[in-house]
């Protein structure tokens, strides 16, 4: 195999699992969304348990999976972070916002008091669902819609879509790295501010 070959394949190859993950992104949304608003059903069924262990046990698994979906999500999106990426590929154009919404949901996790703050438990929700359609939207009407040639749609799909509109996916491609930069930082000064704080006396 020449040079040119070898540079093919390994571009070939590195497009399918962009296109993988872009694609399993779709689960991962629509599983953590169904997940954050399946907890009040979730919590009643802890009551059905006979056993406490057999509930707490109920409860730890639902969490733990509701939170490993989001951050498999937000993980999953820094594919929208590479301007290469972003420019080479047919991908949701809102794809980096929605990764950011998933991350400010994270740093809330991170921050409030968990399940037994109802009120930041709704404002997760709520930027996750925001998140989903700032993906699932431009995902199904752009990126699957591409094949649409000669419809009233293809203009539309066209803008919805990273690589048919580099003039706006760049500057969102910027904009969602330097507000997960961002996000990240306050999250790191959260951190080292209880870190640094003295333990209450007994």
């Known amino acids: 195999m020449n040079s040119d070959q070898v540079s093919g394949l390994f571009g070939a190859g590195e497009a399918f699992v962009e296109g993988t993950i872009a694609a399993a992104l779709?689960?991962?949304?629509i599983l953590a969304v169904a997940?954050?608003?399946a907890r009040p059903y979730m919590a009643r069924t802890t009551g059905k348990f006979t056993l406490r262990l057999g509930a707490d046990l109920w409860w730890i698994i639902y969490t733990g999976l509701r939170d490993i979906m989001l951050l498999?999500?937000?993980?999953?999106?820094f594919i929208f972070f590479y301007p290469d990426v972003v420019t080479?590929?047919?991908l949701p154009i809102t794809g980096g916002l929605a990764a950011v919404f998933a991350f400010a949901a994270l740093i809330l996790k991170l921050m409030g008091k968990g399940d037994s703050d109802p009120f930041w438990m709704r404002v997760q929700v709520v930027l996750i669902g925001i998140g989903a359609a700032l993906y699932l939207t431009?995902?199904?009407?752009?990126?699957?819609?591409t094949m649409?040639?000669?419809?009233?749609?293809?203009?539309?799909s066209a803008a919805l879509v990273t690589s048919s509109n580099p003039?706006?996916?760049?500057?969102?491609?910027y904009i969602s790295a330097a507000l997960t930069g961002l996000?990240?930082?306050?999250?790191?000064?959260?951190?080292?501010?209880?870190?640094?704080?003295?333990?209450?006396?007994?």
């Open 138 to 145: 431009p995902y199904l009407f752009g990126s699957q819609a």
């Open 183 to 202: 996000l990240g930082l306050f999250a790191v000064g959260y951190n080292l501010r209880l870190s640094m704080r003295r333990p209450k006396a007994a």
């Open 167 to 173: 003039g706006l996916a760049l500057p969102l491609c």
């Open 88 to 90: 080479g590929q047919q």
């Open 72 to 77: 498999q999500v937000f993980l999953g999106s």
């Open 148 to 156: 649409l040639t000669g419809s009233r749609l293809e203009g539309l």
């Open 35 to 37: 997940l954050h608003l």
């Open 26 to 29: 779709v689960i991962l949304w």
